[in-house]
């Protein structure tokens, strides 16, 4: 870890977010969100936040970049 602040990787694609805070010594903790009842579509994710957390490393939370979502009101299967 360095004394200067940690770059800033917000709206980067994680691959790129975690390689320039690996290149720069920074600890990483990674958290995932996204909207109720959705799948990602694949396994590309984005960072929407980014923190400095208590131990020195870098908070990042996460998000898919495209999601597959019921529609509300779907129909219910039959008995």
Request: contains cysteine.
């Given at each position: 870890?360095?004394?200067?602040?940690?770059?800033?990787v917000?709206?980067?694609?994680?691959?790129?977010?975690?390689?320039?805070l690996?290149?720069?010594?920074?600890?990483?903790?990674?958290?995932?969100?996204?909207?109720?009842?959705?799948?990602?579509?694949?396994?590309?994710?984005?960072?929407?936040?980014?923190?400095?957390?208590?131990?020195?490393?870098?908070?990042?939370?996460?998000?898919?970049?495209?999601?597959l979502?019921?529609?509300?009101?779907?129909?219910?299967?039959?008995?």
């Amino acid at each position: 870890m360095t004394t200067l602040p940690p770059p800033e990787v917000v709206v980067l694609p994680l691959d790129e977010a975690l390689a320039l805070l690996d290149a720069g010594g920074w600890r990483v903790t990674i958290v995932e969100t996204g909207p109720p009842n959705a799948v990602p579509e694949d396994d590309r994710c984005r960072v929407i936040r980014q923190r400095t957390i208590a131990d020195g490393g870098v908070g990042l939370t996460v998000a898919a970049e495209t999601v597959l979502r019921k529609p509300r009101g779907a129909a219910r299967p039959g008995p």
